[in-house]
């Protein structure tokens, strides 16, 4: 990881900080902290710059914390509690999110009843990922199984 550095001079760090986000190259609404932060200049006024790594979910994001890659990583808390059960070196500093903020987004010519979801291929941000947890649980609820969507 960066060792970071205030210049004796400006107050300013003479590395920056790289940061993967889990949302990817855009934000969305559960992202309106981050947005904040750069369109509202917060980073510049603390002195801090700061490196964007676009990743696409939360298993990416710890992977790329995890290797170095990036310094700290802003995605979901599943795949981190995944990993640190698993002895990994990562920890959640801050949780922002007050509720999920997922969808289960369907065309309706060919999803018209939850039964039709059987043999319809899932797309997720990643496996072990907020949204294949909780893809999984909607399944379980909706009564199919996990063999039955792709």
């Known amino acids: 990881s960066a060792v970071w550095k205030l210049s004796a001079e400006s107050g300013a760090m003479t590395a920056p900080i790289r940061i993967a986000s889990g949302a990817g190259a855009t934000l969305g609404i559960d992202d309106i902290a981050i947005a904040w932060a750069w369109s509202g200049g917060f980073w510049e006024r603390e002195g801090l710059q700061m490196e964007w790594f676009p990743k696409r979910g939360g298993v990416r994001t710890a992977e790329a914390v995890l290797s170095g890659e990036v ?79 792709q």
Not at 77 to 95: M, N, T
Not at 98 to 122: C, M
């Open 71 to 149: 310094d700290v990583g802003y995605g979901t808390w599943v795949p981190c509690a995944k990993l640190r059960g698993e002895g990994k070196p990562v920890k959640i500093l801050s949780a922002m999110a007050q509720a999920l903020a997922q969808n289960l987004i369907v065309r309706t010519d060919k999803v018209k009843e939850p039964g039709d979801l059987r043999g319809k291929r899932w797309s997720v941000d990643g496996l072990g990922a907020l949204s294949h947890t909780l893809a999984r649980l909607i399944v379980r609820g909706l009564g199919i199984s996990e063999e039955e969507v």
